[in-house]
């Protein structure tokens, strides 16, 4: 998958919410990225890093700087991304 042999050229702040958090073991994270990295290439970095919620997030909405993005959205240094689980309930 990804290796970590690349010059890192960005930094993002990762948050986890609702049942992301639990199964994570952390509300958030740093996590250094090749410069023009999108969305998707953090996510399929994070899903390495936390296995546990990997299947999670395929349903899982993603807001950098609070507002919701498409996974080709590239990121800058200094983004956060927050992933935010489907809400159940009824």
């Known amino acids: 998958m990804f290796s970590m042999r690349y010059n890192t050229a960005m930094r993002i702040t990762v948050r986890f919410f609702a049942i ?12 250094d990225l090749p410069l023009d990295a999108t969305v998707s290439v953090a996510v399929a970095m994070i899903s390495e890093r936390f296995p546990a919620i990997k299947s999670d997030l395929k349903r899982t909405a993603l807001a ?7 996974p080709e959205t590239i990121l800058h240094d200094g983004d956060e991304l927050a992933l935010i689980p489907p809400v159940s309930g009824g």
């Open 20 to 31: 992301l958090k639990d199964r994570a073991g952390v509300p958030e994270m740093s996590l």
């Open 64 to 70: 950098l700087n609070r507002s919701y993005e498409k």
